[in-house]
Antibody
Framework: EVQLVESGGGLVQPGRSMKLSCAAS????????MAWVRQAPKKGLEWVAY????????YYRDPVKGRFTISRDNAKSTLYLQMDSLRSEDTATYYC???????WGQGVMVTVSS | DIVLTQAPLSVSVTPGESASISCRSS???????????LYWYLQKPGKSPQLLIY???NLASGVPDRFSGSGSETDFTLKISKVETEDVGVYYC?????????FGGGTKLELK
């Protein structure tokens, strides 16, 4: 059974950093690209970033380029999202997912507020 | 960026009746490989989204055949026949033709 378990969320002040993790199991993690999708409170879904199976290619939505970094450790079957210079508009539930988003984690809440 | 526009914003359906949701793309989603990269998801209340339809008209694993997807290069429809109580939630379309991946704004399905 495929499982994606996010961790690392919480309350953070504007301008600070936070790193999310997603532990994957039930499939050969190193064979698949991975992505982060977020959802602001009471809002719709928003794709954030993608990383290829080997980490050789990454893509980001424009508002997070230069602030967020997606990475992976295939030996640990873990996906990461390093978020720097956080803004209030980054407040959302962040989901780890396997493109084309056929498996999702339970999500982790990130609140950016002073 | 490719803009996906869903309609209606919400739909109220009597159990057992059908419902249709529209998704219109600002650009053709037909790739050079002949694949139409339009996907449908359902987010039930308090849950993570789940994949319903991939590549416009293919039913994802475990999804009841009450769900069906159709469309052209820019206009797409999700149809739910014989709506059941478990179908309540917000439906999203998404495109996988190019980056950034984009979602429609969502359509909330409620029961009468």
């Amino acid at each position: 059974e495929v499982q994606l378990v996010e961790s690392g969320g919480g309350l953070v002040q504007p301008g600070r950093s936070m790193k999310l993790s997603c532990a994957a199991s039930g499939f050969t993690f190193s064979n698949y690209g991975m992505a982060w999708v977020r959802q602001a409170p009471k809002k719709g879904l928003e794709w954030v970033a993608y990383i290829s199976y080997d980490g050789g290619s990454t893509y980001y939505r424009d508002p997070v380029k230069g602030r967020f970094t997606i990475s992976r450790d295939n030996a640990k079957s873990t996906l990461y999202l390093q978020m720097d210079s956080l803004r209030s508009e980054d407040t959302a539930t962040y989901y780890c997912t396997t493109p084309p988003f056929d498996y999702w984690g339970q999500g982790v809440m990130v609140t950016v507020s002073s | 960026d490719i803009v996906l526009t869903q309609a209606p914003l919400s739909v109220s359906v009597t159990p057992g009746e059908s419902a249709s949701i529209s998704c219109r793309s600002s650009k053709s989603l037909l790739s050079s490989k002949g694949i139409t990269s339009l996907y449908w998801y359902l987010q039930k209340p308090g849950k993570s989204p789940q994949l319903l339809i991939y590549r416009m008209s293919n039913l994802a694993s475990g999804v009841p055949d009450r769900f069906s997807g159709s469309g052209s290069e820019t206009d797409f429809t999700l149809k739910i026949s014989k709506v059941e109580t478990e179908d309540v939630g917000v439906y999203y379309c998404a495109q996988f033709l190019e980056y950034p991946r984009t979602f429609g704004g969502g359509t909330k399905l409620e029961l009468k």
